[in-house]
């Protein structure tokens, strides 16, 4: 649907400056001049379409280039804070980490001094069997 309305815009604009154009030269030559006056009119108008599209092309390519570094800059800052999230989730998932290996060392040696007080309690009480 954007498209079309699009489309129609471009067609509308085309169809002015065609229109306007068609009109100009039409009215140079239906215009009371010898044709020494008309050719040097039809050829000032022309150096001042020429002139006029020049200065169009340019200003195009200003506007261009000033929203191709504007998009640029904002990519890079995209980048950028995509970057120092990254980072931090990183950083995030490291202390997590570390803190589960911490949580486990601390747990097994838990195991490990349980383990041993059975073991020495099997043997005493197995000594007291024996005596």
């Given amino acids: 649907m954007a498209d079309e309305k699009s489309n129609v815009a471009k067609g509308l604009l085309i169809g002015f400056l065609a229109g306007g154009v068609i009109g ?39 506007k261009g280039a000033g929203f191709v570094q504007q998009e640029k800059s904002r990519s890079e800052q995209v980048v950028s804070e995509t970057k120092e999230k990254a980072e931090h989730i990183l950083g995030d998932a490291e202390r997590m980490l570390s803190d589960i290996r911490e949580r486990a060392g601390s747990e097994g040696s838990r195991l490990k001094n349980a383990f041993r007080a059975g073991v020495d309690a099997y043997k005493t009480e197995k000594n007291k069997d024996v005596s």
């Fill in 24 to 62: 100009a030269i039409l009215g140079l030559l239906y215009a009371p001049k010898s044709g020494r006056e008309l050719r040097l009119d039809i050829k000032r108008k022309a150096t001042d379409l020429a002139e006029d599209a020049g200065e169009f092309i340019r200003v195009a390519k200003t």
